[in-house]
Nanobody
Framework: QVQLVESGGGLVQAGGSLRLSCTASGRTSSTYTMGWFRQAPGKEREFVAAIRWRTGNTYYADSVKGRFTISEDNAKNTVYLQMNSLNTEDTAVYYC??????????????????WGQGTQVTVSS
C-alpha cells in the first residue's frame, strides 16, 4: 500500500505563489494516477489536478487551468503542484491522492484509494 505525505502549504497574499509536494512511499510501482484535490470550509472536496504516473499526461480543473501546474519526479516518488496567481478562492486544505486501480475517472474522489493528511493553503486579500 502507498503512503502519502504532503508539504508546502502556508499563508500567501493574493497574486502570490506556493508549491505543494506529495511524497509517496510503499508500493509506489502500483500507482497509476496521482491527484490533487482541495476542500474549503463547508464545501465538498473538489478535483484540482492529476497526472498519470507512467505517461506524464496531466489534467486540470477549469478553475486552475493556466495558473497551476502538476509535475512529477519519479526518482523521488514525488508529485508537485505549483500554484501561481493565487486568489482567495484557492483557500482550502489541499490533499494528494493515489489511484492504484487504473481508473479513467481521475476527477472523481471515489477512485482514489490512498489520501494524504492534507496541507492548509490560505490566500489573503
Amino acid at each position: 500500500q502507498v503512503q502519502l505525505v504532503e508539504s508546502g502549504g502556508g499563508l500567501v497574499q493574493a497574486g502570490g505563489s506556493l508549491r505543494l509536494s506529495c511524497t509517496a512511499s510503499g508500493r509506489t510501482s502500483s500507482t497509476y494516477t496521482m491527484g490533487w484535490f482541495r476542500q474549503a470550509p463547508g464545501k465538498e472536496r473538489e478535483f484540482v489536478a492529476a497526472i498519470r504516473w507512467r505517461t506524464g499526461n496531466t489534467y486540470y480543473a477549469d478553475s486552475v487551468k493556466g495558473r497551476f501546474t502538476i509535475s512529477e519526479d519519479n526518482a523521488k516518488n514525488t508529485v508537485y503542484l505549483q500554484m501561481n496567481s493565487l486568489n482567495t478562492e484557492d483557500t482550502a486544505v489541499y490533499y494528494c491522492a493515489a489511484d492504484e486501480g487504473g481508473s479513467a475517472f481521475y476527477w472523481r474522489t471515489l477512485f482514489y484509494e490512498t489520501w494524504g493528511q492534507g496541507t492548509q493553503v490560505t490566500v489573503s486579500s
